[in-house]
């Protein structure tokens, strides 16, 4: 077993426990995952319609965001290149549901830009 400062030396925690919960975390805290899906949930989008709802993130880092979510089978390039949500990804938005009823209900709209 590696030790707490093996650990800091190196990967995440979660990379090294392998623990799920820990690996989607660190996923989702990603800038911009999030919003992919929420873009996402309500059903299929071109990347420039995705781009154009997305605000000012880049076409570059889009595309990054993109190619990460379909490796980990969270988003689906169809053949007609519009993006979906795989099974995966629609029950993501569904368990992150409360997440965002809670942001609402506390009144956290705006409370995590900094930019």
């Excluded at 154009?52 to 076409?59: Q, T």
């Amino acid at each position: 077993m590696r030790s707490a400062r093996q650990l800091a030396a190196g990967k995440s925690r979660a990379q090294h426990s392998a623990a799920p919960v820990l690996a989607a975390m660190d996923l989702l805290g990603q800038r911009w995952m999030l919003r992919v899906i929420w873009e996402l949930e309500p059903g299929p989008l071109g990347f420039l319609e995705l781009r154009r709802r997305m605000g000012n993130c880049s076409s570059s880092m889009l595309s990054v965001r993109m190619q990460r979510l379909q490796e980990v089978g969270v988003v689906l390039k169809k053949p007609d290149k519009s993006y979906e949500l795989t099974d995966a990804g629609s029950e993501l938005g569904l368990a992150l549901e409360p997440l965002w009823q809670w942001s609402e209900r506390w009144n956290f709209e705006g409370a995590g830009e900094d930019e």
